[in-house]
């Protein structure tokens, strides 16, 4: 009788445990049994083009960082928070100087005396400045059109002609630049049951985008690619598949209509591990035109893009539930797909890679 009685408080605890638990918390195992091919390192050298690092880092975590990178086959990695003027120089010093070919620096912008009419001279001359200085193409952060005001705090948007002259500098000195606008659809969306990245928006609340503080998703997005049609000798770089990795017909008609518009697969690895077949083709229909990136340094969270990458696997864990609580499939992209998305584009695309590093 003592064993029973210990056994039905030992079913209720549980059964309150079950009914307390929050969803955050809540961390199913899969017990599907099906063939595991688990990518450690890249099948091909590659060229991370969407990282951010510290470029005047000391002599001892760079070192590391170039093991690391070496550990998953990472041959080249951009860093795009270079900054501009002095900080890009001395960073460029930094990184380039302890190893020549392993590291690539995009210059930033400066913001200050946006109103001055002397403004779009000014900033184009900074950027030839850092180019000269080693710079090699331009990166433009998110809170250009969601958070950059003038000084009568009216929002800059993103296909401001106060930059005409920067953008079209960078075609004249054939350096890309790549672009974060916006984020993902569902951050403009009210946090409601629907909304897809509900886990995400509760447990990262800062994320969200409400309409009473930023303009909405569709009119960032028809500023950028207003952007892109107003400077066709300009190569951009449309960071995070352009936050259209769910709906990848609707990129592929634009990357049929802004032929200077590429993209990058960083932090959106999610969507493409969703959809497998779909995705598949359209790598393989627009292979000249994507390049790999990962944006956030952790080495450890490496294996998983290789895996969608490169295998066939299903229903494989992702590395952030919050971002997708839904299982990974793999691609297995044809090696002459992959080899273009691992290199071949970036080398075509941003100059002063050194192609001898990388397979024919």
Request: charged letters at 25%.
């Amino acid at each position: 009788m003592l064993k029973f009685i210990f056994v039905l408080l030992a079913a209720l605890h549980l059964a309150a445990q079950a009914q307390t638990m929050s969803i955050e918390e809540y961390s199913p195992k899969s017990t599907l049994v099906v063939p595991q091919h688990p990518v450690a390192r890249a099948k091909y050298p590659f060229i991370d083009v969407h990282n951010h690092q510290n470029s005047t880092m000391s002599k001892d975590k760079l070192d590391q960082l170039v093991r690391d990178m070496d550990r998953i086959n990472l041959r080249v990695m951009v860093n795009l928070s270079g900054g501009y003027g002095d900080k890009l120089a001395k960073g460029v010093q930094n990184l380039k100087g302890n190893y020549k070919d392993r590291f690539i620096v995009f210059a930033n912008i400066d913001f200050t005396g946006l109103d001055d009419p002397e403004y779009p001279k000014r900033a184009a001359a900074q950027l030839e400045q850092d180019v000269r200085s080693g710079a090699q193409g331009l990166k433009i952060f998110k809170n250009f059109g969601m958070d950059l005001k003038d000084s009568k705090g009216q929002r800059v948007h993103v296909d401001d002609p106060r930059f005409d002259q920067l953008f079209e500098t960078c075609g004249r000195l054939k350096i890309p630049v790549l672009i974060h606008t916006a984020e993902p659809w569902s951050f403009f969306q009210p946090i409601d049951k629907n909304n897809e990245r509900w886990l995400e928006l509760k447990t990262h609340a800062g994320r969200a985008r409400p309409p009473e503080k930023y303009p909405s998703w569709e009119v960032l997005m028809t500023e950028q690619h207003n952007l892109f049609a107003k400077h066709p000798n300009t190569k951009f770089i449309n960071a995070h598949l352009g936050w259209y990795g769910s709906n990848l017909a609707e990129l592929g008609h634009l990357m049929d209509r802004l032929p200077n518009m590429y993209t990058e697969i960083g932090a959106v690895l999610y969507d493409l591990g969703r959809q497998p077949k779909f995705a598949r083709q359209f790598l393989i229909q627009y292979q000249d035109r994507v390049m790999f990136g990962k944006d956030t340094w952790n080495v450890d969270e490496y294996p998983t893009y290789f895996r969608v990458l490169e295998t066939g696997d299903e229903y494989f864990d992702y590395y952030r539930k919050y971002h997708a609580f839904w299982q990974m499939y793999g691609l297995e992209l044809p090696d002459d797909v992959l080899k273009k998305l691992y290199y071949k584009n970036a080398l075509h695309i941003i100059p002063g890679i050194d192609a001898s590093m990388f397979p024919e």
